[in-house]
């Protein structure tokens, strides 16, 4: 895509205090690029409670497809739950579905939109799309992108099923996403996960009981979380940017009833929150002048047994650990 032109350059600095609000909006931009006819550009965004724009976020990029979600704030509700999890700004721009050029010259708008209004970490960028959405992600993916994605979330495939994978190595992980009752994929996701499969890339097959061609359903979060793991697990920029302090540990782990919390190698400020497999938030505290090891004694009460994501922010930046409750 070519560079911002000056005059929306300018436009996209005056969205900035908009733009770096948190919870559900819409913003709508000019478009200048001849392709697009001068139609303007819907972006939905969904920007988490615990956004801090002197930290940098995690971004996830996502596309709807022709059925359930079929529009960019369906698509952007779906994946609010994950981006709160995440501590990661969700951004999900109006494609022009079975129209790759134009779907690409509104991707990498968005994509340049969001960096000039939010603390964006470049390596921390997920793309996902469902059905005909997920044909503009994965030709974006695995074709010569102008902005590199940390990994790719294949949801319930659509048209397309031949990606390049003539260069393994240079392809990051992937994680397709399918209902065991998807009759409407089976073909495309059947010929994926045959080329896929064993093609020298970090890939990951993700079958979901029961769910057919739909992005809602009761695990949406719960299974997207295991593609980012994975993703996350298997990428080699894992935690570029984000934390620049001291190495933080946390015990025990897993937490069981009556135990404590214990937190060592923190220092100064630091806001602590925790989020369930969901999404939700379920616990958060201000820690002051926080010294080298803290004891949180009030932490297990009221939690229930299962997985946690415990997100640490300070001015060292954003550290995302991983919490068994029993």
Partial sequence: MKQLSAVLFSFLVSFSSLAQQTGDYTITIPTFEPTLNGDSLDIYFHVPSTYNANVKHKMILGFHGLGNPDNSDDIRNYLSPLGDSLNAVVVCPDPYLQDQP??????????????????????????TGYSAGSDVAAQYFFGEPSHPMKGLIWHSPGFFFNPDLSNPEEIPPVCLCTGTADFTSFLQTAALNNSLDGAGFPYLYNEIPGVDHTMEYPTFTEEMLECINFID??????????????????YPNPLAEGQELVLVGLEGDANISVFDVSGKLVWNAQLNNASNRMVISDFRGGLSTGFYSVLIQSEEGSLNKKLVVR
Wanted: hydrophobic share 40%; charged share 10%; glycine share 4%.
């Fill in 102 to 127: 134009r779907s690409e010259i509104v991707l990498n708008l968005a994509y340049d939109s969001v960096m000039t209004w939010f603390n964006i970490d470049t390596n921390q960028v997920y793309i």
């Fill in 233 to 250: 697990a298997n990428s080699s920029n894992v935690g570029i940017q984000e934390w620049t302090g001291n190495t933080v540990t946390m």
